[in-house]
C-alpha cells in the first residue's frame, strides 16, 4: 500500500508523514515507520538537525513494544487539553462555536474535493494536515501559519511533558516559517474536573464558552479549485 500520491505541494510528503507520526501508532503504521523515514528525506524538505530528531522518534516507535507505543499515545493526545490534537479544543473549547467552525471546516475540504472518512473529525491535526499538502506551496505555508499559535501551544505543552512527538509539532513551524519555541501553558486541570458535567441551568461545561485571553480563530485559506480535482479520502495511511 503506498502512503502518498503526487499534489502540488513542495512539502507534500513531509507533511503527510508528520500527520502519520500524530497518528494513532497501530501496526499497519509502524510497519510503514522505514517508508515514511525514507520519504522525509527524500524530500529535504526540514532541516539535517530537525530529521536527526525525527529519526529518533521513529526509532523510539519501532523498537518499544507495540502496547508500551499505543498506551504512550492514548495518555499524552487523549488526556488532557494541552497536548489535544483537535485544534477548536483550543480555539472554541467546548463552546457553541465548535460546532458552525466544524461544519465551515468540512466545506473547506470539500471545495478542494476532499472528504472525511468515517469517524473522522474535520479539526483533528492530522486531518488538517492531510488537506494542507495538497495544496500549493504559498498557500500551504500561509494555512500553517495561521495555525501557528496553536502548534505552538501544543508544542510547549508535549515539550513541558519532556514528549519525543514534540519535534513533530516543532517541524511544522518550520515549514510554517515560524520558529518552534516554548510560551506559556495554563496548568492541566485533574482530569476527573476536565469531564466534569456542569450543574443544571449553570451554563456549559467547565471550559465551555469562550475567555478573555482565548487563542484567535482559524481562517482557513481556500485555494483554486479545479473542476478535474478528484475526491480524495483525509484518512491517514490511506492510498492514493
Known amino acids: 500500500m503506498s502512503f502518498f500520491h503526487t499534489t502540488p505541494s513542495a512539502a507534500t510528503k513531509t507533511l503527510r508523514v508528520l500527520a502519520h507520526l500524530l497518528s494513532y501508532p497501530d501496526a499497519e503504521l509502524r510497519a510503514h515507520l522505514p517508508e515514511l523515514q525514507a520519504a522525509l528525506h527524500e524530500e529535504g524538505a526540514l532541516s539535517p538537525a530537525r530529521l536527526a530528531e525525527l529519526d529518533a522518534l521513529i526509532t523510539r516507535l519501532s523498537r518499544r513494544s507495540p502496547l508500551e507505543v499505543e498506551a504512550d499515545h492514548v495518555e499524552l493526545f487523549d488526556r488532557g487539553r494541552g497536548t489535544a490534537l483537535h485544534l477548536f479544543e483550543h480555539v ?9 467552525a466544524m461544519v465551515d471546516l468540512c466545506q473547506t475540504y470539500e471545495a478542494a474535493g476532499l472528504f472525511l472518512a468515517p469517524g473522522e473529525l474535520p479539526d483533528h491535526l492530522t486531518v488538517v494536515l492531510q488537506y494542507a499538502s495538497t495544496q500549493p506551496p504559498v498557500q500551504t505555508r500561509a494555512f500553517l501559519a495561521e495555525i501557528a499559535h496553536i502548534l505552538q501551544v501544543i508544542f510547549s505543552a508535549l515539550l513541558r511533558r519532556e514528549a519525543a512527538h514534540a519535534c513533530v509539532l516543532a517541524a511544522l513551524l518550520d515549514l510554517a516559517g515560524e520558529k518552534a519555541q516554548a510560551v506559556t501553558v495554563p496548568p492541566e486541570p485533574e482530569l476527573d474536573e476536565t469531564w466534569a458535567e456542569p450543574m443544571a441551568f449553570d451554563g456549559c ?22 473542476h478535474a ?3 480524495t479520502p483525509l484518512t491517514p495511511g490511506a492510498s492514493a
Not at 205 to 226: K, L
Open 92 to 100: 472554541h473549547g467546548d463552546s457553541r462555536d465548535r460546532g458552525p
Open 205 to 226: 461545561s467547565t471550559q465551555g464558552q469562550a475567555r478573555p485571553g482565548q487563542p484567535q480563530p482559524i481562517q482557513i485559506v481556500r485555494a483554486p479549485v479545479s
Open 229 to 231: 480535482t478528484r475526491a
